[in-house]
């Protein structure tokens, strides 16, 4: 049997453990799961057969060496900043690599030792970074095919609740890591291109400077740049483009709701609110406002953000409960950034039968034959459950397909590699079909930023 | 003759130098000035007596320890970085130290050397901080000495232009490190403390939090946050204040127009933009606001900003210039911050015959047999001209006055240390009045924060 070992099996790894039993018959595996907490692995895996599941911390060389050795590809679904030890042992021992992150500096640097070994090192082959790659090429190559010549693309993924569990006001749940909502968009301006002008956006104006986006059947949603618009500028061969925009999805109305966090200050994870723990919601609130004997922290708050009394934004913070002055944060030596998570928790944990969707975005503008068109490609995905998310499901799939074209020779060309070549995302793409990823692609006019032209 | 060494002549040494050579034959004196580039210092010295100037770098360690073993004291105007080298020359020859700067980790790891070898080390004995230290601590002890209790503390300094040079909309003009005050503000979240109650700013807020300060005689001030409020509560003994305040003063209207920047983005010196060089001041606005292939970089100023039409701000931008398509950035690999501040000082450099101004207003809040009362203490300064500045002037005087009362023994507790004992502030604030840096201190009825109580 051709034997996959997967190393860590958290909660994006439901789908990639099923398609990979489900195959095990067909295709002759035997996966091997191993983590340092087995319980998850034991929950998905259940009475199956063709597998087995074992402890495994990937700092204890020896264990993990004899892992590695043991399997004939390896999947590492740990937190990027660990897959690098894994790596290595699979240069030593000659295995092929998958994982769904962002190539580091230290993977980059094993692509001669790949090469020369003949090994395939596929990273960023779950959904964003993943899906997003493939999905864009693919549109991209059929345009130069045609002889078409790129002129802007823009790019956008939301991972959000889905219609039928949507029900509070911000029309947003934590479907995954609640921290990387709280501060995203830190960190420095966001930066891309419009029209070949450099635009350049800070945090504080960044969930002001949104766009709208209808998808077919789901309505309308809203995005706000990423910071990273020029990332894939020449991975992708878009150096001739005059707008390279790349968003993150929201519902309509969450980014202008979300700024006031911003604006205020609460979103800041750079320092430790004094007396956290003992704090209420309400003194959490009231610290980023000015002192008053006597206005309430809800007047002060509408004043600062001069939200109007009839302004629908209110009820959005009223429904999060901040200003209660009996809940308390309980957090010590807390973050601001930390404390609002928490206050975000009471309301946007998802409820048990609660579901998730990835909603991805493309617009392609190109020129061919001195006309200006644009192709628009969009893709949402709906999770059936907690444990089978459409988040478990994007990721998941790429990667295990993936996984099994490598072992058998359909995917070949060895290095350390993304999945941006035919290769790679013509059968993946192709089978995602089967699981219901599949993008509608529509033929739209194109406007560009001239709205004269509308 | 005591001989006094004195290292680094750059701007801020005017009166410092002027000072020592007008006590020089009266006190036996004799002073050294060294530096890497000895032209000011040429300047400033002209053909007095009873000094000479080296050629003298402070990372050469020979001709450093020859200059320090020849000197009795030794004054680092040095930027603060560069002192350590220095004070450690000072524990092994056993000589005094005096700087205007914060004092350092490193320096003040060197307290209990200096305090075995009976050295005194004094430090931030400018003006910010100095003359702040100084006269609060002053009021403060006497408020004790009395009986009363301090319950609240505010302190503001501004280093700005003279009313009689103040020709612009912004009324500000750099009399000082253009850089500092472009980034100022930058960096974390201001904190501070106000009735009891932590409050914490924003960068982007910050400029709209201010507050008001009338000095007689010099008319309406506004002062925003400074990061550090609660930095000398312990120095200062304010452990029990209920308030603790300290801030950057301007004049009216400076911070809401300055808000405008910061929004933008324009002062972030984090990232460089690309192609500053062959850029126009225009294109450079243009960067942050969204594209439009018709509306006019005016409009969509005014519109990101909320500028209104008849809005006075407006004219303080069109007076910077910053819309013209003509004026080129000129410099490669730029920051916003460097190419705002290029912006800025075709504007508010100081003109041959320009004067600038420091201005500092202390609130002493305190309590005595159960009366609320408070204290206000103001202070302004004028430049006499562009060598002999205000800032020159309250940064060199205490400088050299502790320097010779350390020299004549008045000094004399060793280790590392600031001015906020009796022993160093009161001869020194007492010697400045002859200089015409004297605070005016008036009784006024405390309000606290309560509006109510007005």
Not at 51 to 78: C, E, G, N, Q, Y
Not at 86 to 104: E, F, G, L, P
Not at 141 to 169: C, H, W, Y
């Amino acid at each position: 049997m051709r034997k996959i070992l997967i190393v860590g099996a958290g909660k994006s790894s439901s789908y990639l453990i099923k398609y990979l039993l489900d195959k095990s018959e067909s295709e002759n595996l035997y996966i091997t799961i191993g983590d340092l907490n087995v319980d998850n692995a034991k929950k998905l895996v259940g009475n199956r057969k063709n597998t087995s599941i074992i402890h495994l911390d990937v700092f204890d060389a020896k264990s993990r060496t004899s892992a590695v050795s043991d399997a004939d590809i390896i999947i590492s679904m740990l937190p990027a900043r660990f897959h690098v030890e894994v790596a290595k042992d699979c240069i030593t021992y000659k295995k092929h690599m998958v994982t769904a992150s962002y190539v580091s500096d230290e993977m980059q640097a094993l692509n001669e030792d790949a090469k020369a070994n003949n090994l395939v090192f596929m990273n960023e082959i779950g959904v964003d970074p993943g899906i997003d790659h493939m999905s864009a090429m693919k549109v991209i190559n059929e345009i130069r095919n045609k002889g078409g010549q790129m002129i802007l693309f823009e790019s956008f993924t939301g991972g959000l609740v889905a219609p039928e569990s949507d029900n509070n006001l911000w029309n947003y749940k934590f479907t995954w890591n609640p921290r990387n909502v709280v501060v995203a968009g830190q960190g420095g301006a966001a930066k891309f291109l419009q029209e070949n002008q450099f635009k350049y956006i800070p945090y504080n104006r960044l969930f002001r400077r949104t766009e709208f986006l209808d998808v077919p059947n789901y309505g309308r949603f809203e995005a706000y740049a990423n910071r990273d618009s020029l990332k894939y500028q020449s991975v992708y061969g878009l150096e001739n483009v005059r707008t390279l925009y790349r968003g993150t999805m929201r519902r309509v109305g969450f980014s202008r709701a979300w700024n006031v966090f911003a604006q205020l200050g609460m979103t800041d994870d750079s320092y430790t609110i004094e007396d956290s723990k003992n704090m209420s919601y309400r003194d959490f609130v009231n610290a980023f406002l000015a002192y008053s004997p006597t206005d309430s922290v809800e007047l002060k708050f509408r004043h600062a953000l001069k939200i109007d009394q009839d302004d629908i934004v209110w009820d959005k913070f009223l429904e999060l409960d901040i200003f209660n002055p009996d809940k308390k944060v309980e957090l010590e030596k807390a973050t601001p950034a930390e404390i609002l998570q928490k206050i975000l928790m009471d309301s946007w944990a998802l409820s048990d039968d609660d579901k998730d969707m990835i909603v991805m975005y493309h617009k392609f503008g190109y020129e061919l034959n001195g006309e200006k068109h644009q192709i628009d490609s969009t893709m949402v995905t709906i999770g059936e459950d907690q444990t089978y998310t459409a988040m478990a499901k994007t990721v998941g799939l790429p990667v295990a397909i993936a996984t099994l074209a490598i072992l058998n020779g359909k995917i070949k060309t060895p290095g350390v590699q993304i999945p941006v070549t035919a290769e790679v995302y013509e059968p993946i793409l192709e089978e995602l079909k089967s699981y219901g990823i599949q993008f509608i692609e529509k033929e739209v006019t194109y406007y560009g930023y001239n709205p004269l032209n509308r």
